[in-house]
């Protein structure tokens, strides 16, 4: 049986030190913004080897109690005057002492829910309200938690504390369809920001993706933003035919941003389903695998930017669109910078989705797959350079050992594999293509971190290729 568990570090010097306040870490991202980036300066290159464990919590329920609700473990720990909230994957939202790791409360989700993987939201309250911790789970639902003893809200949501999310308007193929919050719920100001949608494996027709947001005293709807436009709607030309209706997938299943001085909503949307093949969805299928901008107050589209056309390689967007400044030609740019798994880094004016250094449409391999209309063209920034490789031929296989490549030479030869020398090579009829990036990335959903001191961005990236065959 898989455990999970934090461990906590603590800086232990030769000379005692006066015990410092903790900084607040009060967001998935730290701020709205998403640059995940902390000013504490005690831990530095010269000491970072003298940290030792400090204290280990264990999510599994010490009685045992867990049932089957074992779930991914990928919560981002809140950190807010003193006190540590988290989700587990085994149904719980627990509050620690962040100095010991000792719980001060803990609340487990009813019957097998399962919560949303990547943690938990934060809201500070206000006159009439004390501070609420906010979690989703992956049944669609949205809990509010009094901060203070970590039980449900009375009447939030119309309910004992939670919102439900799956309503008929975002089902209309039936209210027994999977319906997943992915990601934490997002805060913006008196806002909850919730994606969802259905998962990659549900059906094409399906739980539709749309962005919500609900106010955070009550539970109740205050906006909707559709990410697949229905007639009328910016967009909705780039859907062939009737390709658009109930379409699942097109949903914010990683992080969203803001900035709050221009009342900017940033929306990471993901690939429509079926994300690997495109024969029923004719068409550049917006506001898939793109970055959209909103009125974060009232969720009406500003600008968007497509990352992918008619996505069929799920090379969707899920890392928090990053806000960052640029100098360029003696003035400042208030910037956005995305990084996605096709390992691309597009920087654009977060004001108009305008690209700062450029973009070009580059042509693109067509598919053999009948049916299958590839889009001619895909966007590519002039900078930076790619993160990741992006292309992948016989020259570049792994060569270091003979054993090694002769292995390599001998998998793509008695497979018959396509490799990918062309950036977005299609998935191939009944032939294995491999395409570096895989869908793992490049970058996937975590992305990365900025130092604005610095002005560096910091990220991990992968080189990772996937073998797959249409069938």
Not at 234 to 250: L, N, P
């Amino acid at each position: 049986m898989r455990t999970y568990s934090f461990t906590a570090l603590a800086l232990i010097l030769a000379a005692p030190l006066a015990a410092a306040t903790p900084a607040d870490w009060p967001a998935i991202n730290k701020s709205s913004e998403g640059q995940r980036h902390s000013t504490l300066g005690k831990i530095t290159a010269k000491n970072v080897g003298q940290l030792r464990e400090a204290w280990v919590y264990h999510m599994r329920p010490a009685d045992g109690s867990a049932g089957s609700r074992l779930v991914t473990a990928e919560t981002v720990p809140l950190v807010i005057d003193g006190t540590m909230y988290i989700s587990t994957p085994y149904g719980r939202a627990v509050a620690l002492d962040a100095a010991t790791g000792t719980e001060k409360w803990v609340f487990t989700l009813p019957g097998n829910e399962r919560p949303a993987v990547r943690g938990v939201a934060w809201w500070p309250g206000n006159r009439d309200h004390g501070p609420r911790v906010i979690m989703g789970t992956r049944s669609g639902r949205v809990y509010a938690l009094d901060a203070a003893t970590g039980a449900p809200v009375p009447g939030f949501g119309g309910t004992e504390g939670y919102i439900n999310l799956r309503t008929a308007d975002v089902m209309p193929t039936g209210l027994d369809k999977p319906y997943v919050l992915a990601s934490s719920p997002f805060m913006y100001k008196d806002l909850i920001i919730t994606g969802g949608g259905s998962p990659d494996a549900a059906a094409s027709k399906g739980p539709l993706g749309d962005v919500r947001a609900w106010d955070v005293r009550t539970g109740k709807l205050v906006w909707q933003f559709r990410t697949v436009p229905r007639p009328g709607e910016i967009g909705h030309e780039t859907w062939g035919g009737d390709s658009w209706k109930d379409r699942a997938g097109a949903n914010v299943w990683g992080y969203f941003s803001a900035d709050p001085a221009r009342g900017l909503l940033f929306m990471p949307i993901g690939a429509p389903n079926n994300d690997r093949s495109g024969v029923d969805r004719p068409g550049d299928n917006l506001f898939g695998s793109s970055i959209v901008a909103v009125n974060a107050e009232t969720g009406k589209y500003v600008w968007h930017f497509q990352i992918t056309h008619h996505d069929i390689w799920d090379w969707d967007s899920s890392p928090p669109p990053m806000l960052i400044d640029i100098r360029k030609g003696g003035r400042t740019i208030p910037a956005l910078a995305t990084v996605n798994k096709n390992s691309l880094m597009f920087i654009l004016d977060r004001r108009n989705g305008k690209p700062v250094f450029g973009i070009e449409e580059r042509p693109a391999p067509a598919s053999d797959v009948p049916g299958e209309r590839t889009a001619p063209t895909q966007p590519w920034p002039v900078r930076p350079a790619p993160l990741a490789q992006t292309s992948l031929s016989r020259d570049n296989l792994y060569k270091d050992t003979p054993e090694h490549k002769a292995w390599c030479e001998a998998l793509v030869d008695d497979n018959n594999m396509l490799l990918g020398a062309t950036p977005y090579q299609p998935i191939g009829l009944d032939r294995y293509t491999v395409n570096l990036p895989g869908t793992q990335g490049g970058v996937n959903y975590y992305g990365g971190a900025y130092d604005p001191k610095l002005g560096l961005f910091v990220v991990n990236v992968n080189n990772l290729a996937q073998p797959m065959r249409m069938v």
